[in-house]
């Protein structure tokens, strides 16, 4: 059985010692409480004391009257601003004087240089007057009969006249030209009927010696070409040329040229185009059967005369042999014409030699012409017939 126990004094003592021992830690944790609240308000109030020092110091005005307060701080302000431009006035004002004064020191020095100037312009030319005396002088008193040198030609006394390239292509003019058009030169054993016409556009005016150039752009230049199977290359040659302006005026001229390729060589290269070979080979089969077909008709004619000897003149011999040889003797012939035919195509159809368009060439003119000139193919059809 279970027995109670009873309260003992000594246990009445401990439980009365534990309710102190909470009790003193229950007041000692309330005042770390206060303690921590009492700190933060002494923080908080030390921290709204500091704005408060802040704003006891006013600016001193000359009215302390709350109504006139903000009216006189406005006042206050525009002077300070007003000060402050006029302060910024007077710099300028003082900075455009010393500009002024700057512009006006360099246009005193500007003068002078330029009376300084015109002054040794005319002592310059003062000198060269007195040069030229000088050297007059010392002319007529070393040779008093000096004559002017004029250039002449053989067995003429009239002197030359004064030739410019504004009006004259000189001979040697070398043109930067572009091809414009295509070309198919033909080149066989039978000339062509005419040569093939070709167009051509300088690119750049002429050129000459000591850097001259000749105004020759925006020119067109019709030549005509000649294909050479030797070679390979297609000759071309200048005819005329028309310069034309931009107000729609122009100057038609014949000329006398030639045309280097890109290789330097007279002439341009092209590419050989042959079509004739696939016709000759027509033409060689039909000659090759018909001269089958014309031994084929002997050997028949043979064994036809044999027979006719054996049977006889008086019985005629109408049968397989005669048709057969009849036939043969049609075919030859018709074969004998096809390759005809063939031979006569392969003839028209030669082979030429293309140039294509768009190749830059060197134009090179080989006689002198005056810009407008029409007559220099009879001028020189005339000198070839005097030097033959």
Known sequence: MWVKKKDTPQSDETKREKKQKKFYYSLVFLAVILAIFLGIALFENEKGKEPSSLQSKKITLPSQDPENSAENIRIAQLEITNDLMEDRLSSFEKKLRELKEENALLEASNLKLADETQAFQTHILTLEKQKQVETAKNLKQDSPEIKKLELRTWGDNKPQEQRN?????????????VLVSAADCSVAVKKPSGPNML??????????????????KGSVIIANAVGDIASERVYIRGERMTL???????????????????DGKEGMRGVVVDRSGAIITRAAFAAFFQGVGQGIQATLNNQTIEKLSKVGDSSVILDVDTYRNSGLQGANTALDKLADNFIEQSKQIQPCIQIQAGRVVDVIFTKAVKIGEKDLKKKLDHERSVRG
């Open 244 to 262: 034309v302006q931009r107000n729609g005026d122009f100057i038609e001229t014949e000329v006398s040229a030639f045309v280097s390729g890109e």
């Open 199 to 216: 167009l051509l556009r300088p690119l750049a005016n002429g050129k000459l010696p000591r850097n001259v150039r000749v105004p020759l």
């Open 165 to 177: 390239v504004l009006f004259e292509i000189p001979a040697g003019t070398i043109v930067k030209c």
